[in-house]
């Protein structure tokens, strides 16, 4: 009986902490974020879906939180009519502050920043490809274009250039069919999809390699940083996001045209190493621009921005300002490093009529939670089916062993 009581014991100790452990982290305390009301009423837009509890902490429990996350004694943050933003240091990662910085919005042209994220590491800039019909197909001509032509030839080089210059949605479908490889079109929004879970993107879920809208598809602030943090690491994308102009060189069949970068901060704030903006309807403005000043790179991400009063470049230069001036280490939280791939990684299928990822459906416990509760309870059930003259039992004489001092060194 004594035997059973102690195994019973264990077994709720046991259960006692899988369960400490799966438990989300509790939301950070709620602060109104700073707002200013825009002179027209934005219109009305679908409610987007919940952030999964789990993954709200993401970055530091401060990030869990649909209000404004700030160091404490700093200078109060702009108010803005942006509905979510982040600042944080591109270098050490550290998270300055943010408003909402993990709830869903709607990303509109910054998520082709996960398309070169994604695909630029895949793509020889130097390839030649052909425009087909198809890549234009479902375009508006009156959004915004690159300006190729079907049967026209272009660098993979020159569309980037395209991409990032002038938003170019022709640009961005072409690429994803050519980055797709044999899944096409879709297989260059897969692997947007894949690099976001590698980034630990957990609310962004691309349904378009442009960022026009798409069923389901839903970025965070916090995100938005991680993916810059991803492509402002590279030369190339560094390279390109910077240039105040392109020439496209003519090809036999297919004339040449000069670009030149559609509005950012580029120019207009100091230090200014790049960035990219967006609109729809739906998404409202959105902006991601990284500056430097005084040896500090910071990267500024927000959604939901109206044209006035500031409109989306000058609520990121307040928002900017409002960083640079903040003493050094000042932060509420981090940005997460990639996932490590591995070799037994497999890619992970969706089961019919599953949620895709990102939308806030996903299963609360993961795979190795699983893992681990079923371990306990195996060994629970080995120690209650044992009999107890079984048990090994250390001789009386024998001093008790040594507690292992071996540390835990997992980080996440």
């Known amino acids: 009986m004594t035997i059973f009581r102690v195994t019973a014991v264990t077994l709720s100790a046991v259960l006692a902490s899988a369960a400490t452990a799966v438990a989300p982290a509790a939301a950070a305390p709620y602060v109104r974020c700073p707002t200013v009301k825009p002179p027209v009423p934005p219109p009305a837009v679908p409610s987007p879906p919940a952030v999964n509890p789990a993954q709200a902490a993401v970055g530091g429990p401060a990030m869990a939180t649909a209000g404004l996350a700030a160091p404490p004694g700093v200078p109060a943050a702009p108010a803005v009519t942006a509905t979510s933003w982040l600042v944080a240091d591109l270098t050490s990662g ?33 390839q030649v490809v052909e425009v087909t019909r198809g890549d234009l197909r479902d375009l508006d001509p009156a959004s915004s274009l690159m300006g190729v032509v079907p049967g026209g030839r272009y660098s993979v080089e020159s569309l980037w250039l395209g991409l990032l210059l002038r938003s170019g949605n022709d640009a961005a479908n072409v690429l994803a069919r050519v980055g797709g490889g044999s899944g096409g079109r879709q297989g260059g929004v897969d692997a947007m999809n894949d690099e976001a879970r590698r980034l630990r993107a957990h609310q962004t879920h691309a349904a378009t390699p442009s960022g026009l809208d798409g069923p389901g598809q839903y970025t965070s602030a916090y995100d938005l940083a991680l993916i810059a943090r991803a492509t402002f690491a590279r030369e190339d994308f560094r390279r390109y996001v910077a240039a105040p102009v392109a020439q496209i ?29 967006g609109f729809t309807d739906l998404a409202r403005q959105t902006y991601v621009g990284v500056a430097e000043r005084d040896g500090r790179r910071l990267v500024v991400t927000l959604l939901g921005a109206e044209t006035a009063p500031l409109g989306s470049l000058g609520e990121a230069s307040a928002l900017l300002d409002w960083g640079f001036a903040l003493p050094r280490h000042a932060a509420v939280g981090k940005l997460v490093a990639p996932e490590e791939k591995k070799k037994h990684d497999r890619p992970v299928v969706p089961v019919k009529g599953e949620h895709p990822e990102g939308t806030g459906h996903s299963s609360p416990l993961s795979a190795p939670t699983w893992l681990g509760l079923a371990a306990a309870l195996v060994l629970a059930a080995l120690l209650l089916a044992t009999p107890w003259w079984r048990r090994s039992r250390r001789p009386a004489a024998q001093p008790p062993a040594l507690e292992s001092t071996t540390r835990d060194t997992t980080t996440t």
């Open 94 to 126: 550290e998270v300055l502050g943010g408003c909402a910085p993990h709830a869903h919005r709607t990303p509109a042209s910054v998520q082709k920043l996960l398309l070169a994220a994604a695909l630029m590491p895949r793509l020889d800039p130097s």
């Open 249 to 277: 060189p003519a090809r036999p069949g297919t004339p040449g045209f000069s670009i030149t970068h559609d509005t950012t901060l580029l120019g207009r704030y100091p230090g200014t190493l790049g960035g990219k903006t």
